[in-house]
């Protein structure tokens, strides 16, 4: 996972006197989860992941963006400045800059991410880039 600067994950209650607040958690492979972010997932500058929330595999979640009690599904980009609110964004999906998006109708009718995508391959990149950054970051600090 690579996180940003300025990125906040927060939660609500999952328990209340001894019981399950089930509002406020999505299962993912048999887990419940108040907030689930996958692998090789980026969080960029000033995100904000409001559980309850998923974000899947491989996923990139662009600056100022706000995913608040979404399922954000695999492989998808999220443009920068967008807002999710209680809704499920499809795999392979893309929401562009900008956008609210607060019906279930409107993330079901979000583009799919196609050959054509100028960001297809965003995601990887900056996983690469942020990776082996933190691996030089390692190599410097065990030199010195």
């Known amino acids: 996972m690579n996180v940003q600067d300025g990125v906040v994950i927060h939660a609500l209650e999952t328990e209340m006197d001894g019981k399950p607040v089930e509002?406020?958690?999505?299962?993912?492979?048999?887990?419940?989860?108040?907030?689930?972010?996958?692998?090789?997932?980026?969080?960029?500058?000033?995100?904000?992941?409001?559980?309850?929330?998923?974000?899947?595999?491989?996923?990139?979640?662009?600056?100022?963006?706000?995913?608040?009690?979404?399922?954000?599904?695999e492989r998808c980009v999220i443009e920068p400045g967008v807002i999710?609110?209680?809704?499920?964004?499809?795999?392979?999906?893309?929401?562009?800059?900008?956008?609210?998006?607060?019906?279930?109708?409107?993330a079901d009718n979000l583009p799919h991410i196609t050959e054509d995508y100028p960001m297809k391959g965003l995601n990887k990149s900056v996983v690469h880039v942020n990776t082996h950054l933190a691996k030089g970051y390692l190599t410097a600090s065990n030199k010195g």
């Open 23 to 73: 509002a406020n958690v999505y299962e993912v492979n048999g887990r419940k989860y108040a907030v689930y972010i996958g692998e090789r997932v980026s969080l960029a500058h000033q995100v904000q992941i409001h559980g309850p929330a998923v974000v899947k595999d491989d996923t990139f979640v662009g600056m100022k963006v706000l995913v608040f009690k979404s399922y954000v599904g």
């Open 84 to 106: 999710l609110m209680g809704v499920t964004v499809p795999d392979h999906r893309y929401v562009p800059a900008g956008s609210v998006v607060n019906s279930q109708e409107d």
